[in-house]
């Protein structure tokens, strides 16, 4: 009896311990189809076919006229800002935030991002945002020029910032330019 008992412990201890060195598969990533009209694209490095992606907030539209009509407020700036540049409207529906960019043409090769201002609804603006420019950088002064907020560097202003009629604007001009020349340009947006 003992024998029987031994060799039935045996049996099981072998299987235990086959059971145990098994190795599972691993699973492959599923790739869904998108969900029409999303803009979240499935990725394939989601666990299980989950989708690990979000909406890309920004949407390019191909005027300022559509640019306001998505918006449901209007939006006003000038065509050009120097010699050889062109806009861009690009609309963040769920912030709010209307954005108008001017690139540097000039060089088809190599077009320069030159400066970009954003106008969103003051209200909407979330607690604790202090800025709705997206810099963040230290700049060597802020001072208060005609009524508009220049952020300086080095002697140039980079930045402008005001409210006005319930709305917030920033512009930002990435090679800096004198107070003149930033606020004559922050008075033509609207």
């Not at 099981?12 to 145990?20: D, E, I, N, P, Q």
């Not at 699973?27 to 666990?47: F, H, I, L, T």
């Not at 989708?51 to 006003?76: A, C, H, R, W, Y």
């Amino acid at each position: 009896m003992k024998k029987l008992f031994v060799i039935l412990l045996s049996v099981l201890v072998v299987f235990g311990l086959f059971g145990c060195s098994k190795q599972e598969e691993p699973v492959e990533n599923k790739v869904e189809e998108p969900v029409e009209g999303s803009d979240v694209q499935p990725d394939a490095n989601g666990k299980d076919g989950e989708d690990i992606n979000l909406p890309n907030p920004q949407v390019e539209v191909e005027s300022l006229e559509k640019l306001n009509e998505m918006m449901g407020f209007t939006f006003e700036a000038p065509e050009t800002i120097d010699v050889g540049t062109k806009r861009t409207y690009i609309a963040y529906k769920d912030l709010q935030l209307a954005e108008i960019d001017w690139l540097d043409d000039s060089d088809k090769e190599n077009i320069e991002f030159y400066a970009f201002a954003r106008k969103i609804p003051t209200e909407a603006i979330e607690e604790g945002t202090t800025s709705i420019s997206g810099m963040y950088a230290d700049f060597d002064s802020v001072d208060e020029v005609e009524g508009y907020r220049l952020s300086h560097f080095n002697g140039l202003a980079y930045m402008s910032e005001w409210e006005s009629e319930g709305f917030s604007y920033a512009l930002v001009m990435l090679n800096g330019a004198s107070d003149e020349v930033i606020v004559t340009l922050s008075q033509s947006i609207k």
